[in-house]
Each structure stands twice: as structure tokens, then as C-alpha cells.
């Protein structure tokens, strides 16, 4: 069974920093895309960022802005999310997605929740101003 946990969520300051984990299990995404989005009360799921599998290109959401950084260490089967310069409007429960459907590649494809494969049940990220 395939899964995806995400964790390091929580609480913090308005221009504070978190760190998000993705840990996948069942199998390897290894040669697979992966990438975050997330999802604030009543709005629709929104793209943050996503990786290839080598980290040779990264593929941003419109608002991260350099706030947000991704990696990921294919031996651990993980990808995380560093996030800095928290804002209240970055509150949102941030979901970890893997392998888009193949030919997806370009960041309004990757955008697009329904054309990711795999999904992870998501972590609460609350910014108090």
C-alpha cells in the first residue's frame, strides 16, 4: 500500500519558519515528480511547488515568491517543504502529492490537483499574527 505522511506542521509567529516532511512508503518515487500543495478553509487546493526526480528543476506556485523551498532525498524516500517568512495568510493544511500522470510537466499541468496520482492526508500549518 502506497503512502505519503507529512509532518512538521504546526503552530507559529508571522515570520517564523517551519520545516514540512514527506515520507512515502509502499514504494519509490524515486524517477517521479513530487511536489506540495495546499488547501485554506473554503478555497480550492492550491498549488506550492513541486521537484523532478534530481532536483534539476523546480516548478513554483504565483504567490511563493522566494519564501519556499523545496528538496527531497530519494535514498529516504522523502521530499520536504522549508518554509520562511510565515505569513497569517500561509495558514492552510499543506498536502504532499507524487507523480503526476505522465506528459504532465509544465507548472499550470502540475497546478492542477486532479492530474497528481498520489496524495498524502495533510498537515496543518496555523500562522498567528
Known sequence: ???????????VQAGGSLR?????????????????????PGKEREFVVAITW???????GDFVKGRFTISRDNAKNTVYLQMNSLK????????CAA???????ST????TPQLWNYWGQGT???VSS
Not at 1 to 11: A, D, P
Not at 88 to 95: C, G, H, I, K, Q
Request: with cysteine; glycine share 14%; aromatic share 12%.
Open 20 to 40: 514540512l516532511s514527506c515520507a512515502a512508503s509502499g514504494r519509490t518515487f524515486e524517477h517521479s515528480i513530487m511536489g506540495w500543495f495546499r488547501q485554506a
Open 108 to 111: 499550470p499541468q502540475l497546478s
Open 99 to 105: 507523480e503526476p500522470g505522465v506528459g504532465v510537466t
Open 1 to 11: 500500500q502506497v503512502q505519503l505522511v507529512e509532518s512538521g506542521g504546526g503552530l
Open 54 to 60: 534530481n532536483g534539476g528543476r523546480i516548478y513554483y
Open 124 to 126: 496543518q500549518v496555523t
Open 88 to 95: 497569517p495568510e500561509d495558514t492552510a493544511v499543506y498536502y
